[in-house]
């Protein structure tokens, strides 16, 4: 399969969609756009497994990044896709081809753009963190990752999503004493037991504050919970596993320090988290881009691939076309014109 | 394997503990008995699977049911049998081959006993209900059960422990809205609802009702919860199994009314249930055993088989060797002079 980047976008999105990518088995994908950006001789191209990044090297005192992972989840019968009323359907369309579509096209198209362009697409970003072909190439070639803003192109519905929001999983759990439920007064029961843990997480009063002028809304919550030995058991174990997800302005250690405040007196075990990523808007980088899309940004809720780049030192802000809320949906679709507007917008912003 | 019905009580329980008979397992040991059983001219023998009835039929006014299960609990390296300072160990010493070891060596001995007797030894009591070899002989053999009072020989450490208490399991369900956890006020948290159920069981007041003389001890517990979709999911179900212990003087029906109405607007789910056994102390044919036994009778917490005697329209009570804390514990084991008290007692009383 052979991608012509001369195809309008919605054509582009399409041939990217139906080159099938599930997490893992990007190959053919990553096969098909290394060909193509080495067909561009303004660009210097660099491989890593199922990940490329392909630059401008024109000496510009700005460089700026467009990223966007070329994975998607499983397939959910919607390939190959099809366009009706103005939608393009399909695995991918939304999260996120059309992102990848627009970026492969300016690749193309700006031979020599105002600043440098770093162009990143990436494996791996639907499944686990250790996987992930964006911290692949954070570890293995960091110097190809510098630059002065990243825009990272998952959905966001043609808005101007800053940062994102830090996620952090833990395990609280309550200890009792194992005994037989006909005697259950010699024991002392660790479900029971759960019920303040619970008590605690409704009465939570989540944080909403502002960071670089956006507003953000932080959440406490169970996501799971488990206990019970057998049905004639007085259990002596209940886990309640808990998410936080926090705002920019706190970073892992302050929101572990949070969550081990929240349940002091209780066993907690911080089982993974992710930093979030302030919104920096607030850099000169961005503000040209700011000036350039209509309507106003926002904070990003879902943690997300910018606060990769965030760690790599440089503001990082969410731009594509999509709805988010579609993303991971058998009904997922995109709007054709968006994504023709979306590249209208980044290639004047860069052009 | 053959029994020796003249062997003391403590060494005929090691012959029997040394023929494993985990449940559904116990066919050796249910044929040794079984040639025993036919030696002896006095007893009219039945077999019905792995499950045994002997009965005296002297046409006595009063019969007495002795019964006894013959299956263990899976074996936990604690076979073959030893006797150290005078205790028994071994897998189902105390958990009930000491007293099948007595009721075995009654039937041997008593030729021509005071009341009738009928000797049941039955398989698959450590397992599922459908599987008991007492509810079998219950349905195709109910008029060999038939009497005025059953003994079931389960551990009460030599005393009369009257009754049993019932046992009725129930999920009780929390709905919810998924969402994703990272914009957690779009959903509404199972989990969290849960929160509610643990703070009734938390508030919960058992009864302790006196039924017959003996003081029961009711309880309400949790004994599963589990809930939760993934980690960055806000959940939309959780389910609480919850076990009710009920005093005798409370019908399963009556059981089933008071956990809906503690739990009343909830998705209540009765899964399964057992009636409980008045004690029937007041019984006549009781009174005599009552005198005989030293130390008061006390109520029985545990569900047991004494359960299924008073479906079949009988007083019956739990009295036997061995602590019942004991069962089911790789330590198990019984005083030997425990089984000769007890044999005594009953040799009396019945002889």
Chains 1, 2 share one sequence.
């Not at 700006?110 to 996987?131: G, H, K, M, Q, S």
Request: some cysteine.
């Amino acid at each position: 399969m052979d991608l012509d980047l001369a195809s309008d976008s919605a054509e582009l999105t399409a041939s990217l969609v139906d080159t099938e990518s599930v997490s893992g088995t990007e190959a053919a994908l990553a096969a098909a756009i290394e060909r193509a950006l080495r067909g561009l001789p303004h660009l210097s191209v660099h491989r890593d497994g199922n990940a490329l990044v392909a630059r401008t090297t024109r000496g510009r005192p700005e460089r700026v990044i467009l990223a966007g992972h070329i994975d998607t989840v499983p397939v959910a019968g919607n390939l190959p896709s099809r366009r009706e009323d103005g939608m393009l359907y399909g695995c991918g369309t939304c999260d996120m081809k059309s992102g990848v579509a627009v970026a492969l096209r300016l690749a193309a198209r700006l031979t020599a753009p105002r600043p440098d362009v770093t162009y990143v697409f990436y494996d791996c970003e639907e499944v686990e963190a250790e996987r992930n072909g964006l911290l692949r190439l954070s570890r293995n070639s960091p110097e190809l990752l510098r630059g002065d803003l990243a825009v990272l192109m998952e959905p966001t519905g043609g808005v101007i999503e800053g940062g994102c929001q830090g996620t952090m999983r833990a395990e609280v759990t309550v200890h009792g004493k194992r005994a037989h439920s006909a005697r259950s007064w010699m024991g002392q029961n660790a479900i029971h037991g759960a019920g303040e843990i619970l008590d605690l997480l409704r009465r939570y009063q989540p944080r909403e504050p502002v960071v670089d002028g956006l507003t953000y809304h932080e959440g406490l919550n169970a996501v799971g919970i488990s206990g019970g030995v057998a049905g004639n058991v007085i259990p002596d174990e209940c886990v309640v596993q808990v998410n936080y997800r926090f705002a920019p302005d706190r970073s892992e250690a302050e929101a572990a320090a949070h969550v081990r405040e929240v349940f002091a007196g209780y066993q907690v075990t911080i089982t993974d988290s992710a930093p979030g990523a302030r919104p920096g808007l607030d850099h000169p980088a961005a503000a040209a881009l700011l000036a350039a899309v209509p309507g106003a940004p926002r904070a990003k809720f879902g943690w997300t691939d910018v606060a990769r780049f965030s760690l790599l030192g440089m503001p990082a802000l969410n731009y594509g076309p999509g709805d988010p809320m579609l993303a991971h949906s058998p009904d997922e679709h995109v709007p054709v014109a968006q994504i023709a507007e979306i590249e209208a917008t980044l290639q004047t912003w860069l052009g």
